[in-house]
């Protein structure tokens, strides 16, 4: 585990600090709350996009891909947090009620009481993400694993790309909704296009190896 701490948390640790610290400094906004949701959102898109890179990377580089990686498994403990704290800021930036994000206000009238708008939606889907990352997180030791059985665990784990895709989601209908500057929308658009060019260039990658061991 002290190795873990050092090589692992330790950098990881760093990099989320220097990502809240530029956003911060860069952002031109005197909204501290605003500035904390940013930072957290794209750190910790950051540190989930690491951990579909690592498999994707030991696929293109012919190296070992194991059922449990500490590597992946940690930097998904760190994605996890900073996530976590991004939900909660995030919460009571736009409205100061966080109902308000999911459900339409009371005295208004509409088809049904959660909110159905870009707004709600996009908050819905978040949710949704929230759901899955609290499942991979509670799940990222060696008792789950154990208990679960290596099938059943790997396919829970494997959740990670329904939530890289909500969280996808999630951020460019914000990029929208707040008309966000040419500069945010591209570094969104470019880390998440990195992360899918990487995964299907490694999917394909595995498919022609089962491919010529089939025909072999």
């Not at 978040?126 to 790997?154: C, E, M």
């Amino acid at each position: 585990m002290k190795r873990r701490l050092i090589r692992h948390y330790l950098p990881f640790s760093i990099l989320t600090a220097l990502i809240v610290a530029l956003f911060f400094t860069l952002l031109p906004s005197d909204d501290l709350l605003w500035k904390w949701s940013m930072a957290t959102a794209y750190a910790g898109l950051v540190l989930l996009g690491l951990t579909l890179l690592i498999g994707a990377v030991n696929i293109l580089r012919s190296r070992p891909n194991p059922t449990s990686s500490d590597l992946t498994r940690d930097v998904g403990i760190l994605a996890a947090i900073v996530a976590i704290v991004h939900v909660g800021v995030g919460l009571f930036v736009h409205l100061g009620n966080p109902w308000l994000y999911f459900f339409f206000p009371a005295g208004e009238q509409h088809l049904i009481p959660l909110r159905y708008d870009p707004f709600g939606l996009t908050n819905w889907v978040g949710l949704a993400g929230t759901l899955i990352l609290i499942a991979l997180f509670a799940t990222s030791n060696d008792l789950s694993l154990k208990r679960l059985g290596k099938h059943r665990w790997k396919t829970l784990q494997r959740s990670n790309y329904i939530l890289f895709g909500f969280v996808a989601v999630h951020g460019i209908v914000y990029q929208i909704l707040e008309k966000r500057g040419i500069s945010l929308v591209v570094l969104l658009l470019v880390m998440i296009a990195i992360v899918a060019v990487l995964q299907f260039a490694g999917f394909v990658k595995r498919r022609k190896e089962r491919t010529k061991k089939t025909d072999l």
